[in-house]
């Protein structure tokens, strides 16, 4: 079986330039830098300089309104709240209210308004610091329609076709919509003075920071740093898609969550006895990519892989304690969005002015 997490990382750096995280001459003391789960950036290493230069620095990294919070959102969230809790940073999170509705993942505006004002509530309970996180939820903060039409005239209908592979069939709204992209890219920039400004983001976000990046100094503002992270797969193996369901979600209930792991894809073998001769295969397997990636450590990590790798560790057994670790996560982040006070979500949300 393929394995889907490094495909579309690899391409970045082969195709589009980006650098491995492997290269950093002095990577962050963050479990995300450390288990591989970030793969690649851009000029990150320029960011970690202003930072420790004292400079003004802030942090970018959007959500789509299409849907609910899932683990697969896990490693970019721990990372911004690492940079947010450590340095005090400012945290902007555009939430595409506007793109879930023109690219036909949700089919109301409505629907996109209200999935953006409960994924601002969730990213609260997360642990966002409502007085340093700003929620950019376009229908609310019309605003930003301004800075993309300026951006807009400096970005030309080649480079969209030739970035996102659009038709002539597509409707003109997501031929605009990287001006929306990069206007919500170069806010904290334009609007707020900060110039260093780190985008943690997946891979298959990485079109618009290009255009972003590409624009930016033909009105002589910055190049936002890039951080990508792993595409981590489905539980089924496969490419995470909500069509598919094939995510375990922050909402899930703690039956959901057990029903879901059990049928996750394994590199076990059919027979208990078959897997104790010949061992498990911990590279294609789902339970032990998410363990590895976003909860164990490094040498927690070797550990399970030799004795998954020898038999020693059955795929119930690896099963169970990726279980335990998602649903103590789980409950955590539950019992804080039943406390979190409507409040302070809509302080966080920016309004025209």
């Known amino acids: 079986m393929d394995n889907p997490i490094e495909i579309d990382n690899e ?65 970019v969230f721990d990372t911004n709240l690492f940079f947010q809790k450590k340095y005090n940073l400012p945290v902007f999170i555009p939430i595409s209210d506007d793109e879930s509705y023109l690219s036909g993942k949700i089919s109301s505006q409505e629907e996109a308004l209200e999935n953006a004002k409960q994924l601002a509530k969730e990213l609260i309970a997360y642990g966002f610091n409502p007085k340093k996180t700003f929620f950019i939820i376009d229908q609310i903060y019309t605003n930003i329609y301004n800075l993309a039409i300026k951006l807009s005239k400096k970005i030309t209908l080649s480079e969209v076709k030739a970035t996102y592979g659009y038709k002539n069939d597509d409707n003109p709204g997501l031929y605009f919509y990287p001006a929306v992209q990069a206007a919500h890219i170069l806010f904290p920039q334009v609007k707020k ?48 898609s909500k069509s598919k369901n094939n995510a375990i979600f ?93 409040k302070d979500v809509d302080k966080a949300i920016l309004v025209n002015s």
């Open 250 to 342: 922050l909402n899930d209930s703690e039956k959901e969550i057990k029903k879901k792991i059990n049928k996750a894809f394994s590199g076990g073998q059919k027979t208990i006895q078959e897997h104790k001769e010949k061992g498990g295969n911990p590279d294609v397997d789902v339970s032990f990519i998410y363990l590895k990636n976003l909860f164990l450590s490094e040498n927690e990590s070797k550990k399970i892989y030799k004795d998954y790798k020898s038999g020693k560790l059955l795929t119930g057994e690896l099963k169970a304690l990726f279980t335990k670790h998602v649903l103590k996560f789980m409950k955590e982040f539950q019992d804080n969005l039943k406390k979190v006070k409507q």
């Open 193 to 240: 003075g900060i110039k260093n400004v780190l985008v943690p983001i997946g891979p298959d976000e990485d079109a618009h920071a290009r255009i972003a990046r590409d624009i930016a100094p033909r009105f002589n503002y910055n190049k936002s740093a890039i951080l990508h992270s792993k595409f981590l797969p489905g539980i089924d193996g496969k490419k995470m």
């Open 11 to 75: 391409k970045l750096i082969k195709k589009f330039g980006a650098h491995g995280i492997e290269n950093l001459s002095q990577a962050p003391n963050f479990y995300t830098f450390q288990t591989g789960v970030l793969a690649s950036h851009r000029d990150l290493d320029k960011f970690l300089l202003a930072l420790k230069k004292g400079e003004k620095c802030a942090i970018l990294s959007g959500v789509n309104a299409s849907g609910s919070l899932h683990l697969g959102h896990k490693a």
